[in-house]
């Protein structure tokens, strides 16, 4: 009982492989307690340094966004 407890609480992230494929597309992004925003991903960063505590980040439009920060993520088919 207390193992499904537990497990309801941990929070799955978003994959560093799916945050790739998102660079140089339109996507949507949705978070925990904050509006969905949608727009092009410029780049997908990591520090190079395996030894630095920093997240993978995506880059969308003015934000920097944290891989703990997304709920889901959605590539967008291009409009044409």
């Not at 509006?35 to 934000?63: H, K, N, R, T």
């Amino acid at each position: 009982m207390l193992y499904l407890e537990i497990k309801k609480r941990v929070k799955k992230m978003i994959s560093i492989k799916e945050m790739k494929k998102c660079e140089g597309k339109k996507i949507r992004l949705t978070f925990e307690n904050v509006s969905p925003i949608e727009g092009f991903c410029q780049c997908y960063l990591q520090s190079e340094d395996e030894d630095e505590d920093e997240e993978p980040m995506l880059e969308v439009g003015e934000y920097l966004i944290n891989q703990s920060e997304i709920k889901t993520l959605e590539i967008l088919k291009d409009e044409k």
